[in-house]
């Protein structure tokens, strides 16, 4: 049974970092595309950074360029997204996501282009 489970989220003020991790388990992510994404509350949800399958690419929302950093560890089937300088436009839950052999990571495609989804970790950033 497929299943990605998020973790690392919390509270932490404004500047500081949070460190999400997704372990995938009934698949193995080497062969998937993945990505984080996010949903605020009263918003839609929005793709934050995606890593392809194809070619390793990486892209990221302007929003967070410069400050978070996607990779995976396919030795331990994870997948992290690193977090810096946070502010409290980045409140939301983060969800992890999957798809089998993503071609591209370019401007991180829609959700409902991808089929597995974690249940989402809460991130608050505030004094």
């Known amino acids: 049974q497929v299943h990605m489970v998020e973790s690392g989220g919390g509270l932490v003020q404004p500047g500081g970092s949070l460190r999400l991790s997704c372990a995938a388990s009934?698949?193995?992510?080497?062969?998937?595309?993945i990505g984080w994404f996010r949903q605020a509350p009263g918003k839609g949800r929005e793709g934050v950074s995606c890593l392809s399958r194809a070619d390793g690419s990486s892209d990221y929302a302007d929003s967070v360029k410069g400050r978070f950093t996607i990779s995976r560890d396919n030795a331990k089937n994870t997948v992290s997204l690193q977090m810096n300088n946070l502010t409290p436009e980045d409140r939301a839950i983060y969800y992890c996501a999957a798809e089998y052999g993503l071609s591209s990571a370019y401007g991180c495609p829609r959700p409902h282009v991808w089929t597995y989804w974690g249940q989402g970790t809460q991130v608050t950033v505030s004094p």
């Open positions: 009934g698949f193995t992510l080497d062969n998937y595309g």
